[in-house]
């Protein structure tokens, strides 16, 4: 595909995504209206009690004596100027506040996306071409373990083994903020405390993406262009590395395209469980303290990153099938 047709495929792409990310935008909002209180109730209890009227004078400074459709209106106007609002329980726009707690949850991400799609495209890889094998055996029973075990337990039982009992990793938070390291010892020691969250998060998808490529790689082996390759002299590993291996990954990257969503709704749980100063932990915080546009915000990045990693997957499809083409 030549420069100028992708670039159009991008802006074709952007241009589409825009409705589905104001539509994800209206029913976060109108969703969480159905949750009871406010931000007005939740202060004034918090400071033990408060009269009426200090709630409703709350709630006109919070602009939440409005109708529903009114703040809605205001809200979409915001967002379409990249105002997010602000957060009174922070006492801070809410953008900055997002904007610092994102990094660590892209880092987190990020390494999450490698550790689980190369262990699960790997060991799906060996499982297939070791099929009806002890070795086949052992990484589908691991596979199946690791499936069915909730995260929080296993960020637990890592903490448990790792930190408790043979003291090698940290048990929770992104550095030693009182070390002051600096260059490398920073990164080191971010690395060093990134290991537990990332391969907790990592186990569930390592399996389900395992078993994909196993059950794709034995389906591929058994269609017709894998026979013409075997009579035409080609090696089984030529065969596999330069054919299945490509055709294989095809539902993998769709299914990694996906995670990305379910890695923002698990990120929630592992970075409660270790400290990890990200937006799930933030997004954990603001709920309980009802500040909706904090939440909404974090929604609203999400949803965006969703979108954008799915164009992303869509031109890695294009980079491993030439024969999808761009309408």
């Known amino acids: 595909m030549g420069a100028a047709r992708l670039l159009r495929y991008l802006l074709r792409r952007i241009l589409q995504a825009i409705p589905v990310v104001l539509g994800v935008v209206v029913l976060n909002f109108l969703l969480l209206q159905l949750a009871p209180g406010d931000a007005a109730t939740v202060l004034a209890g918090e400071a033990g009690g408060a009269p009426a009227e200090y709630i409703q004078q709350l709630r006109e400074r919070f602009g939440l004596d409005k109708p529903v459709?009114?703040?809605?209106?205001?809200?979409?106007?915001?967002?379409?100027?990249?105002?997010?609002?602000?957060?009174?329980?922070?006492?801070?726009?809410?953008?900055?506040?997002?904007?610092?707690?994102?990094?660590?949850?892209?880092?987190?991400?990020?390494?999450?996306?490698?550790?689980?799609?190369?262990?699960?495209?790997?060991?799906?890889?060996?499982?297939?071409?070791?099929?009806?094998?002890?070795?086949?055996?052992?990484?589908?029973?691991?596979?199946?373990?690791?499936?069915?075990?909730?995260?929080?337990?296993?960020?637990?039982?890592?903490?448990?083994?790792?930190?408790?009992?043979?003291?090698?990793?940290?048990?929770?938070?992104?550095?030693?903020?009182?070390?002051?390291?600096?260059?490398?010892?920073?990164?080191?020691?971010?690395?060093?405390?990134?290991?537990?969250?990332?391969?907790?998060?990592?186990?569930?998808?390592?399996?389900?993406?395992?078993?994909?490529?196993?059950?794709?790689?034995?389906?591929?082996?058994?269609?017709?262009?894998v026979t013409t390759a075997r009579a035409k002299g080609l090696a089984e590993r030529q065969i596999t590395i330069r054919h299945v291996v490509r055709n294989a990954l095809l539902p993998v990257v769709t299914v990694a395209g996906v995670q990305v969503g379910g890695l923002l709704g698990g990120s929630v749980v592992v970075e409660s469980v270790f400290a990890w100063p990200g937006l799930g932990q933030l997004a954990f915080q603001s709920l309980f303290a009802r500040d909706l546009n904090l939440l909404l915000g974090i929604f609203f990045i999400s949803s965006c990153l969703v979108v954008v990693v799915n164009i992303i997957v869509d031109i890695v499809y294009i980079l491993l099938d030439p024969r999808i083409r761009v309408g």
């Open 69 to 225: 459709p009114v703040q809605l209106a205001v809200y979409v106007k915001n967002i379409l100027v990249l105002d997010l609002g602000y957060s009174f329980r922070n006492a801070s726009p809410v953008l900055p506040l997002i904007l610092g707690r994102l990094w660590p949850t892209l880092l987190l991400m990020g390494t999450t996306l490698v550790l689980s799609v190369g262990g699960g495209v790997l060991l799906g890889l060996f499982a297939a071409v070791w099929v009806r094998s002890w070795k086949d055996h052992v990484i589908s029973l691991l596979a199946i373990i690791s499936y069915a075990m909730p995260l929080f337990w296993i960020g637990l039982m890592l903490i448990l083994l790792f930190s408790i009992k043979l003291d090698w990793l940290p048990t929770s938070g992104m550095e030693d903020a009182a070390a002051f390291y600096e260059g490398w010892e920073r990164a080191a020691d971010i690395a060093k405390h990134l290991i537990l969250p990332a391969v907790t998060l990592s186990l569930f998808y390592i399996a389900l993406y395992a078993r994909l490529m196993r059950a794709t790689m034995l389906d591929q082996r058994g269609l017709d262009y």
